[in-house]
Structures are given as C-alpha cells and as structure tokens.
C-alpha cells in the first residue's frame, strides 16, 4: 500500500465511522447549538490529541512486536472482520433507512460547560467502541502503516483525524446556522456507500493477513 492509498483509505474508513451517530456527534450538535461552529473542531482536537498520544505510545512499546509476521497475520484477520462487521450493518441499516442524522432541536441537552476540547478527550476515551476500533481496525492500520516508516504513520493519521475534522466543523456550521444538514434519503444513500467500502477494505484487511 502506498502512501497516498493509505492516505486516503484511511480518510474514508474514518469518514465512515464519523458519520455514524454516536457520543461524539450527539456531543457536537449540543455543544454547537450553545458555542457556535468552532465547538466541533474543538471537540475533534481533543478527540485528535488522545489519538495521537495512543499512536505514540504504541509505536514506542509496540512497533517491534507489530512487525513479526504471525502477529500482523492476527490483527490483519480481526481488523478485517470488524470493518466487515461494521461495513454489512452499516449498509443493511442505511439501505432500511433506519440511521436519522438530526441537526436541529434537541436531540441532545448540555448541562454542563465542559470545554469542547475535553469533551473529545472524555467522551472519546470513555467510549468503549473507541477502544475495540482501536484494538482492531487502529492497529491493523498501522500494521499496514509501520512498514512505511514515520511518513506512512502520519500518512495513516493526518487522513484519519482529517475525516473526523470536515464532518463535525460541516455538522457545527449547520446547527450554529440553524441548518438541516442532509436530507434523510442522501445520508443514508452516502453511508450505504460507505458501508459498501468498509466491506471492500475488510476484504482487503483479510487479504493481506493470509495472501499478500
């Protein structure tokens, strides 16, 4: 893989996940409606900077034991079967029009004045999806990543922390201008695609675990 392939790649996996609703998004949509557009971009900052200490930390602990074949072999398999996972409910949820992306009103109440960058951090670091994607996915990436030495690490993480910075600063513009971002028909129609993608790039996860 190279290092634009890895670049982007990991742009639209992250995008993927970004997308979906969940604490970050439901966090972001609150905090915009009371702090204004910059909330998001904020709220990915401190989402961001815990991301990166846990790449660093893994490269300094880890990237010896991530190179040896038989462990690349395992976390290739795994991380490919949950962005199967992920990919095939993603698209069997989108193509049912069962995901509701809502920028308006109050589909989440803040009652606190947490700062958006620790927000991120909190909310992120308390997620246990965050976690599982991390010991799954992350770490197949940079499996994919290590070989291509510092460059191909940042190329991994600059496109991945990109993805979750266009779609939360695009969802806080939105609600800060009272704004109804995507009708329900695109949204679904956009992570049906990605969910199709996800399943593409598991396929290729798996791939390079037993064949490449």
């Known amino acids: ?93 989108a193509r049912a029009g069962r995901i509701q992306l809502t920028t308006s009103g109050t589909a989440v109440k803040s009652g606190n004045d947490l700062h958006p960058v620790l927000i991120g951090l909190l909310l992120s670091i308390s997620n246990p999806f965050w976690s599982v994607w991390w010991a799954t996915v992350g770490l197949g990436y940079l499996v994919l990543a290590i070989p291509l030495g510092l460059t191909g690490v940042a190329s991994f993480f600059t496109g991945h922390i990109l993805s979750d910075l266009l779609w939360y600063t695009l969802i806080s513009i939105a609600v800060a201008g009272g704004q109804k971002f995507l009708k329900p028909g695109v949204y679904n129609a956009i992570i049906f695609m990605c969910g199709l993608f996800l399943l593409g790039m598991g396929g290729y996860f798996i791939y390079t675990a037993f064949f490449a």
């Open 1 to 93: 893989m190279t290092i634009a392939t890895l670049f982007a790649t990991a742009f639209v996996v992250g995008l993927s996940g970004a997308m979906m609703p969940g604490p970050l998004l439901s966090a972001t949509i609150a905090s915009s409606a009371r702090r204004g557009w910059k909330a998001g971009p904020l709220i990915v900052f401190g989402h961001g900077v815990l991301e990166l200490l846990l790449i660093i930390a893994l490269m300094a602990g880890l990237s010896a034991f991530l190179t040896k074949a038989e462990v690349t072999t395992v976390i290739a398999a795994v991380g490919g079967a949950f962005l199967i996972y992920l990919g095939y409910n993603m698209s069997r949820d």
